[in-house]
């Protein structure tokens, strides 16, 4: 991209950015919100209150929570399952059912039949 089209797309990125402003600065609804905010902090200033205090007394259960971070959940380690196939004698030691070797049993044999295969370590 050249310079002067790159010029003219930040631009036009930013004449379209000017107007979004404008029209939230008329908007009535941010107004009132704005309104709001200004009262509040003037409000906590006045009792000396951080937005912390406020919290903890408009909802006391939220404010515990949001000091200590939960415990991430853990899963259970997988079980090793070990399958031992009857016609040639092979094992295979998998936690999981992506196994290779397991998945071409499944396909020669059928699925079923290879978790009948399944012996307990």
Not at 64 to 91: D, F, I, S
Request: charged residues 30%.
């Amino acid at each position: 991209m050249s310079r002067l089209a790159e010029f003219r797309a930040a631009e036009k990125a930013l004449q379209e950015q000017l107007a979004q402003l404008e029209h939230l600065k008329n908007d009535a609804g941010l107004k009132k919100e704005i309104e709001f905010e200004q009262q509040l902090k003037a409000l906590m200033s006045t009792y000396d209150k951080t937005l912390r205090d406020i919290i903890a007394i408009l909802d006391p259960g939220t404010a515990t929570h949001g000091t200590t971070p939960a415990a991430p959940k853990r899963r259970r380690p997988r079980v090793v399952k070990v399958y031992q196939n009857p016609h040639t004698g092979e094992v295979i030691e998998t936690k999981g059912g992506n196994h290779r070797g397991l998945k071409s049993w499944k396909l020669q044999y059928g699925a079923e039949s290879v978790d009948s295969w399944l012996r307990g370590r």
